[in-house]
């Protein structure tokens, strides 16, 4: 169940003629469907697993980024093909390699096609990344050693995910949902980066001197 700030038009019509300023919006319940499995060409094994939270949060927890177009609300439509996505269409408009991994990519395969079975993964990071329901994650980004990097970085999503409400918590801001090179000059620290949680506080400081090794490791970060 995932949970939205949605201002009430009412109250907000309301609080525009009042001079007290505006009310506090009571959270509504957003129930969204479970995960839409499509295995009638590819099979279980190489299935595509549809997760509703992962995409509603790239939309700023709301429904209208994919409905009701491209697809329709209420009634599920026919299962992609690669033909139409490759050319811009459906899934395709959004996993375009830029907004998010692109369709074409063929490194990013298993990231959709990621079958069915349950991962082996920890309770605590499948709870986190799906809102209870276990789901195959995305392999390590290993970021190579540079000028502005003293040691190879190897970023997991699963130790990630803990605490920070799944996807949610890093996608689409600060990172969309696509693998790109580290930015230069040290801007990974930044707080428009890993910055923003790496802060002394949520979790140990980009900035400290004494945590480097704890992301660059000269042989090769280890999860």
């Not at 609080?15 to 479970?34: H, K, M, Q, V, W």
């Not at 992962?54 to 992609?80: D, E, I, K, Y």
């Not at 995910?161 to 990172?175: I, Q």
């Not at 990974?188 to 979790?203: F, L, P, S």
Request: with cysteine; hydrophobic share 35%.
């Amino acid at each position: 169940m995932l949970v939205v700030q949605l201002a009430d038009p009412a109250a907000a019509m309301s609080d525009a003629r009042s001079t007290r300023g505006p009310s506090r919006a009571a959270p509504i319940e957003l129930r969204l469907p479970a995960d839409i499995v499509y295995s009638l060409v590819v099979g279980s094994d190489s299935a595509v697993v549809f997760s509703h939270q992962t995409h509603v949060a790239f939309a700023g927890n709301r429904c209208t980024g994919c409905h009701a177009r491209p697809f329709p609300m209420l009634r599920r439509g026919p299962a992609q093909v690669h033909r139409d996505m490759d050319a811009g269409g459906g899934c395709g408009m959004c996993h375009d390699g830029k907004q998010a991994f692109g369709v074409v990519d063929s490194d990013e395969c298993r990231t959709c096609h990621s079958g069915v079975r349950v991962p082996r993964t920890t309770a605590a990071g499948a709870r986190a990344q799906a809102g209870g329901t276990a789901r195959r994650l995305p392999g390590p980004h290993a970021y190579p050693r540079s000028e502005s990097s003293p040691g190879t970085v190897t970023f997991w999503h699963e130790p990630h995910l803990v605490g920070v409400g799944g996807c949610a918590g890093c996608h689409p801001k600060p990172f969309k949902f696509i693998s790109v090179p580290p930015w230069p000059d040290g801007g990974m620290h930044e707080r428009a980066a890993c910055g923003v949680c790496h802060d002394g506080n949520r979790a140990f400081a980009a900035d400290d001197p004494g945590a480097c090794s704890r992301c660059h490791v000269e042989a090769g970060a280890r999860p």
